[in-house]
């Protein structure tokens, strides 16, 4: 599950740095807050996917999707990409379970 969170959130990083341009040309922000705002972000889900082999780093990670949503309510166009990476992020800790379960589960064969 952590190494899928993890890609997640790289992936998350790079659509966030590229959201700057986007508030501040259809948003109209103002270059810094863009760039406080989503910039700062993208350096927070950097280091959030450094950070998901600790369980602090998974759940400061689930705020930074909150955020993200949130943020989508200051340009609404990125509105519908909080959603789709929320989504992802969602996929990922059910699958990332799942897989995690499966492999349990044949360790636990193999060693019996």
Same mark, same amino acid.
């Given at each position: 599950m952590r190494t899928v969170c993890a890609v997640v959130l790289a992936f998350e990083a790079i659509v966030l740095g590229? +959201? @700057?341009p986007v508030a501040i040309q #259809? *948003? *109209?922000h103002a270059p810094g807050f863009a760039g406080a705002v989503w910039g700062g972000l993208a350096l927070a889900a950097l280091v959030?996917? +450094?950070l998901q082999r600790? =369980?602090?780093g998974f759940y400061a990670a689930c705020a #930074?999707? @909150?955020a993200f949503? #949130? !943020?989508g309510f200051v340009v609404p166009g990125l509105i519908s990409l909080g959603i789709v990476f929320v989504g992802l992020w969602i996929a990922g800790v @059910? #699958? *990332?379970r799942r897989v995690e379960a499966a492999q349990q589960a044949v360790h636990d =064969?193999? !060693?019996a």
């Open positions: 590229l +959201a @700057v #259809l *948003g *109209g959030l996917a +450094a600790f =369980t602090w #930074l999707q @909150v949503l #949130l !943020s @059910v #699958l *990332g =064969t193999e !060693s």
